[in-house]
């Protein structure tokens, strides 16, 4: 018997390994270290401060392409990701016609035929609703809406490449809307929850409500976002389920919203998010709440372009289409238990990241199922040579 | 051997008394109808009703917070290490009390006596567990849970004293399934009613919060104030018994002596390996199983405790049917590891694959039913009878130390890993139990092979121990009475004893304790 378990295990162990082997290089060796050279400029060339809102530009140069992430909080606050093939391509500004709001073409880039693809996301509204029986439905009960653009903006903060601005509005009372832009010059992954993973064709926005004095103590909010897609804009949501929870811990799906490719499988850029926001800044697992999102749909380009100078000045034909996320179930602690609540977002262009089981994971499934195999082979061995060695000697009869 | 003897005792009174009632007043036939009398089966099973339910409300308030895990984390606003540290106090006091239950039951307390303050101990520790909800302080939930595990596991070993005194020989069988049946079948209406009973409480209070928490406890308590009743009740009938069939109280036999553990082989020391890898795979992660459930598999609250429940539900019917075929074939190193290699591909299934975790959870069940049948009854394989007690009492010791720790632990991980990671952990433990049972075959198959042995060949053992045994017994009933325990070992028990560290079976009346330690933890 111990013969035919050896020659089993032996194969068990071949096919572990080959296993093992595609396993790490699959999920480990696949992507290449990619690098950007990051510029940040705020306000490029212009003259005195804009009233309203600042204008930040950071260019992400490659070897051959150059992403221009321009973030603009004239109005509603607004990213827009410019990909160009050309690693010289610059953006200039037309500061007037940029303030005026008026007419397109306040801000170029430069060359125009460099231009791949261009993916802009606005930040309209906020929208607050009383749950007054707890079932998180939002049909009714809601409160007059928030208009972004109409907040009263603050002066934009950099760190590094990171930048924050705050937005108020008399409602708030002493509360604010915060946004955090970070652009990134290669692969990694967030500090902080829920720790997206990032590549260096990616920005990430957190937006977080802190100490707004709510309309009801039972209010739940929902953000409205728009997507302003140029030739392809961002139709569908896909819902990506992973088994990986590791770096944000009890969450298993990812949420993408795509512009497809003329084509239909490659995406041409996303808006990324993992369903889950946070009630407290230095979240702990019991501070998560769930978050749902509203299918994509059509929204009038002219009104977008009136609320964000960032579209009007960049965009002359576009296609926007809007979403809403609303936050919270029925039964979670609403807005009010902790008046903090944050969600974080990742922009890009290409196909979105994916996630990968980290060293730790591999190493002890690794451990733990390569040791019971190779002790049943060396046990396997020894007892093949204990009964040889048994065999050589006298066997002793049993007398009864 | 003495206990033979005793029981020959005890048969010759029983024919004494019941021939003595028929002989002298036929007036005290008239006054006891069948249900009344003692010795009659329909009285038996009464008291085997009362005492299958005696168990009922310790189990059913041992996964309370598993079942309200949700309700008990938000409204409390803990952490999932703070709640499962509700589990690990249970186990606790379980690290010490395992060794002194039997001899609190037998020396200090009595079977009944003890039962009763046990049973108290149970209702108590969840009034105060319930209590400490009701007034939002997390300190007392947990004095609460200490002294519910003072109780809870003890009156296990009293209901196994109470079935081994009522009933002997094939219906012990019976009995020890029908008590494991009602136990799991406590856990699991727990899992599946517990939801109910909190919402139609929030419905009435008006809103969710610790007063409903510890509303909803209280009601649960009601199982332990009845197991209580049935305490009482199994007490006044046993004590009545006793009276009527002259008969003594049962006793737990088990003798704890510590400085045993410097005898014990190498074998038993990989089976207490093997109990706690595993036994601390399935617990916490039971306790922890429903929110996994809901978050990864999108199940709803309900949906989610019903499959969380599955592993009692099917434990119930499959332990005896699991039992039966392992005692009848034999080879419990061969079904432990099956059991360990089953539970460890459930466990990678519920990590790395989305399938419907039912399949999971269901192998699950079958693996864990099948390692308790085959694994506890190794430890009278390798150990000496009158080592049997201090092997059990140290195997339940060192398991509920590892529980106790590895429940806090397994909420920690959760908190900063999340799921995944914590699964693997569960693998991880499994796959320490997977070592030590490859070790035990092959430690096991050099030494001769004896825990391996089919049925067939430990019944032929078996056979020849008992023939001697018979033609052995007649001169050893000149030295009965007190001069018994003076003389010199006969060469029958001499080779009785050697047997049994072979691991051969002894029939049931020669020993009626070991059947009793042999069953004890199955309900764990």
Redesign the interface.
């Known amino acids: 018997m111990a013969p035919a378990v050896t020659m089993r295990s032996n194969r068990v162990f071949v096919v572990l390994l080959v296993l093992l082997f595609s396993f790490c290089q699959s999920f480990v060796g696949g992507t290449k270290e990619y690098q950007r050279k990051l510029i940040v400029s705020v306000n490029p060339n212009a003259t005195t401060l804009p009233p309203g809102g600042d204008l930040l530009h950071v260019r992400a140069v490659g070897n051959d392409d150059t992403l221009h992430f321009l973030f603009c909080s004239q109005g509603a606050p607004t990213l827009l990701i410019v990909h160009t093939n050309s690693s010289t391509s610059s953006v200039q500004v037309n500061w007037p016609q940029f303030l005026s709001r008026n007419v397109s073409g306040g801000l170029r880039v430069e060359p125009q035929s460099s231009i791949q693809y261009s993916i802009a996301v606005v930040f309209s509204r906020l929208l607050e609703y009383d749950d007054v029986n707890d079932t998180a439905k939002p049909d009714s009960g809601f409160f007059p809406p928030y208009e972004l653009q109409n907040f009263k903006w603050t002066r934009l903060q950099l760190f590094g490449a990171a930048a924050l601005v705050c937005g108020k509005t008399p409602e708030f009372v002493n509360g604010s809307l915060c946004l955090k832009l970070s652009v990134f010059d290669s692969d990694g992954r967030a500090e902080s929850w829920p720790r997206l993973l990032h590549s260096p064709n990616s920005s990430q926005l957190e937006v977080w409500l802190d100490g707004i004095t709510t309309q009801a103590p039972n209010s739940r909010f929902l953000l409205e976002l728009q997507a302003v897609g140029g030739d392809f804009p961002l139709s569908r949501v896909d819902v990506r ?1 992973f ?10 799906k990812v949420s993408e919203w795509v512009s497809p490719a003329a084509g239909g499988s490659d995406v041409l850029g996303y808006v990324q998010w993992k369903p889950v926001a946070y009630r407290q800044s230095s979240p ?3 501070d998560a709440t769930p978050c749902r999102y509203s299918d994509p749909q059509s929204q009038d380009a002219n009104a977008t372009a009136a609320s964000s100078a960032l579209i009007r000045a960049f965009f002359s034909a576009h296609n926007v289409t809007g979403l809403n996320v609303s936050f919270g179930l029925a ?1 979670e ?1 609403f807005y009010n238990s902790t008046k903090f609540l944050s969600w974080t977002v990742l922009v890009g262009v290409g196909a979105p990241p994916v996630d990968t089981f980290s060293p ?2 591999l190493t ?2 690794a ?3 390569g ?2 195999v190779i ?2 082979l060396l ?1 396997g061995v ?2 093949c040579i ?1 009964k040889r060695r048994q065999g050589a000697t006298a066997a002793y009869q049993s007398i ?1 | 051997m003495a206990d033979f003897e005793e029981q020959q005792n005890l048969l010759e009174e029983d024919d004494e008394s019941s021939s003595g009632e028929r002989g002298s007043a036929s007036g005290a036939d008239r006054q006891m109808s069948a249900i009344c009398d003692p010795s009659r089966a329909l009285h038996r099973v009464v008291v085997l009703t009362f005492m299958c339910f005696l168990g009922f409300g310790s189990y059913f308030c041992y996964d309370n917070p598993a079942a309200l895990q949700t309700q008990v984390i938000q409204d409390l606003n803990l952490n999932t290490a703070k709640f499962m540290q509700l589990y690990a106090w249970y186990s606790w006091p379980n690290v010490v009390l395992c060794f002194f239950g039997g001899f609190l039951l037998d020396r200090v307390f009595g079977i009944r006596l003890g039962t009763i303050i046990f049973s108290l101990f149970v209702c108590v520790g969840q009034v105060i567990f319930a209590a400490g909800a009701w007034l939002d302080l997390f300190w007392l939930m947990e004095v609460g849970r200490f002294v519910f595990g003072i109780g809870g596991e003890s009156l296990a070993v009293a209901q196994n004293t109470y079935a081994v005194n009522w009933f002997k020989g094939k219906e012990l069988n019976l009995v020890f399934g029908l008590q494991l049946s009602m136990a799991r079948l406590g856990s699991t209406v727990n899992m599946n009613i517990m939801g109910w009973v909190y919402n139609k409480v929030a419905a009435a209070v008006g809103s969710p919060g610790y007063y409903t928490l510890g509303a909803s406890l209280m009601i649960a308590a009601v199982t332990c104030v009845f197991s209580l009743i049935c305490a009482l009740v199994l007490g006044f009938l046993d004590k009545r018994a006793e009276r009527i069939l002259h008969k003594e109280q049962g006793k737990t036999g088990e003798v704890i002596k510590l400085t045993d553990v410097k005898d014990f082989p190498l074998t038993l020391w990989l089976i207490f390996i093997i109990c706690v890898g595993y036994y601390v795979a399935i617990f916490p992660f039971i306790g922890l199983g429903q929110v996994f459930f809901i978050e990864k598999f999108n199940f709803s609250p309900a949906e989610a405790r019903a499959v969380n429940s599955i592993v009692y539900i099917i434990s119930a019917p499959a332990s005896p049917v699991l039992g039966f075929m392992v005692d009848k074939t034999g080879r419990n190193v061969v079904w432990v590891i099956t059991a360990v290699v089953a539970t460890l591909a459930a466990h990678v299934m519920l990590a790395f694959t989305f399938w419907n975790p039912w399949i999971a959870m269901s192998l699950l069940g079958v693996s864990y039913s099948l390692l308790a049948c085959a694994l506890w009854p190794m430890v009278a394989f390798v150990v000496p009878e009158h080592q049997l007690g201090t092997a059990y009492g140290f195997m339940q010791s060192i398991q509920n130390l590892g529980l106790a720790l590895i429940a806090m632990a397994a909420g920690a991980i959760l908190d900063s890993r999340g799921y995944l990671v914590l699964e693997v952990f569960f693998c991880a433990c499994i796959c320490i139990a997977l070592i030590a049972v490859v070790m035990l075959y092959f430690v096991d198959y050099v030494k001769g092979g004896d825990l391996n042995q089919s049925a067939a060949a430990r019944a032929k053992v078996q056979k020849e121990a008992t023939s001697d045994a018979e033609a052995k017994r007649r001169p050893s009933k000149q030295t009965q009475g007190d001069l018994a325990r003076l003389a010199p070992m006969s060469a029958f028990s001499l080779r009785n004893r050697y047997l049994s560290r072979l691991g051969a079976q002894l029939p049931d009346h020669c020993s009626t304790h070991l059947s009793s330690l042999a069953y004890r933890s199955v309900l764990k």
């Open positions: 389920q088994i990986d929870d590791e770096f944000t811990p009890s969450i298993f702990a697992l019991e039964g602690p730790i994971v002890i499934m451990v733990g199922l040791i019971p002790l049943l046990g020894f007892v204990h009864n």
